[in-house]
C-alpha cells in the first residue's frame, strides 16, 4: 500500500487543523493505520491508532481530548483532526500502515507517508 499524508500547515495556538492520509489499494480495509510525529530534533513519536474497522482508537496522552483519528475505508482515508493546538504539536507528522499490529510502535509499522509539516505559532 502507497500512503500520501496531506493538510499540514501554520495555525495560530488554539487553532484546528485536519490531516488526511489517502491509501493506494483495493485491500485498505486490512491494515491498522497510525499516526506519528517527529519535531525538530526529537524522535518519532506516536499520535493516535486506528483498528481496521474503526471500532477502536488510542491515543497518546499529550494529544488525548485534542485530537480525533478517523477513517473512511471506501475512500481508503484515514483522518486526524486536531484542536486545540499548542506549539509543542508542532511537528512533521506521518501516517503508517500495517497488515498484522496494532502498535503504538513506529518500528512495528512497514508502510510510511511522505510526511505533512505543522506549525503551530504562539
Known amino acids: 500500500v502507497q500512503l500520501q499524508a496531506s493538510g499540514g500547515g501554520l495555525v495560530q495556538a488554539g487553532g484546528s487543523l485536519r490531516l488526511s492520509c489517502a491509501a493506494s489499494?483495493?485491500?485498505?480495509?486490512?491494515?491498522?493505520v497510525g499516526w506519528f510525529r517527529q519535531a525538530h530534533g526529537k524522535e518519532r513519536e506516536f499520535v493516535a491508532r486506528i483498528s481496521r474497522s474503526g471500532a477502536t482508537k488510542n491515543y497518546a496522552d499529550s494529544v488525548k481530548g485534542r485530537f480525533t483519528i478517523s477513517r473512511d475505508n471506501a475512500k481508503n482515508t484515514v483522518d486526524l483532526q486536531m484542536n486545540s493546538l499548542k506549539p509543542e504539536d508542532t511537528a512533521v507528522y506521518y501516517c503508517a500502515a500495517d497488515l498484522t499490529t496494532y502498535s503504538s510502535t513506529s518500528e512495528a509499522y512497514d508502510y510510511w507517508g511522505q510526511g505533512t509539516l505543522v506549525t503551530v505559532s504562539s
Open positions: 489499494g483495493r485491500t485498505f480495509s486490512s491494515y491498522v
